[in-house]
């Protein structure tokens, strides 16, 4: 049966800041590093958790960066700004809690959260295997570069523009 479920959006300072990690644990503890490790330090993060009967049972987080220094290439500007994006780092969804929509609302507020904050895009890597998120990222429309990653892991990238201004207009 589907219950309701809320998004709220916490930083490390909320009260029940550990519900989070301890979520983060039981349900993906491999992207644990990229939240507690120095990954993403140097820049602003955000979290938005879901909430269930009032248990926290999925988060996405993500780090606003440059474009470019991650992949060890020269930042990017246009008209003399530099373009950011909001690249996830963490997401997912108690097991018990999916197939009710809550992994999609989390990438849908994602989206309008980094254009907010300026993001020229949003940004994730996933690597082959999480079919549940690559169906998700297509669904909403995300461009995808597959590539392989580090010591031979084949992943994809996901893009979604924020401020699609083509001669073609708003295209879809
Ligand atoms: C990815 C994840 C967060 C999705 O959470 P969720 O709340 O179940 O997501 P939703 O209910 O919004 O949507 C799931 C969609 O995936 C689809 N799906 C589920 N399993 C699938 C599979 N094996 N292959 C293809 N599509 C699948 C569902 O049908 C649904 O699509 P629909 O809305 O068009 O029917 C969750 O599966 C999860 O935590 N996975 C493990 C962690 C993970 O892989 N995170 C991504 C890190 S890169």
């Known amino acids: 049966m589907k219950t309701k479920y809320l998004i709220e959006e916490w930083n490390e300072t909320h009260p029940r800041w550990h519900e989070f990690g ?3 644990e039981l349900v993906a503890p491999e992207q644990a590093p990229f939240v507690f490790e120095e990954y993403y330090r140097a820049y602003q993060s955000y979290l938005l958790v879901a909430l269930q009967s009032n248990e926290v049972v999925g988060f996405i987080r993500f780090a606003v960066q440059p474009i470019g ?3 060890k290439c020269p930042a990017l500007y246009l ?3 530099q373009l950011t994006e909001a690249k996830i780092h963490a997401f997912a969804v108690r097991e018990d809690a999916r197939g009710q929509g809550i992994g999609t609302e989390l990438q849908k507020q994602t989206i ?3 254009k907010a904050l300026g993001c020229y895009q949003v940004a994730s890597y996933s690597s082959y295997g999480r079919d549940a998120n690559h169906h998700i990222k297509l669904s909403l429309g995300f461009a995808v570069q597959p590539e392989v990653h580090g010591d031979n892991q084949q992943g994809v990238y996901f893009i979604m523009p924020l401020k699609i201004n083509t001669p073609l207009g708003i295209i879809g």
């Open 22 to 24: 301890a979520c983060l």
């Open 79 to 81: 008209n003399g700004v």
């Open 112 to 114: 309008q959260r980094a």
């Open 69 to 71: 220094p991650e992949a």
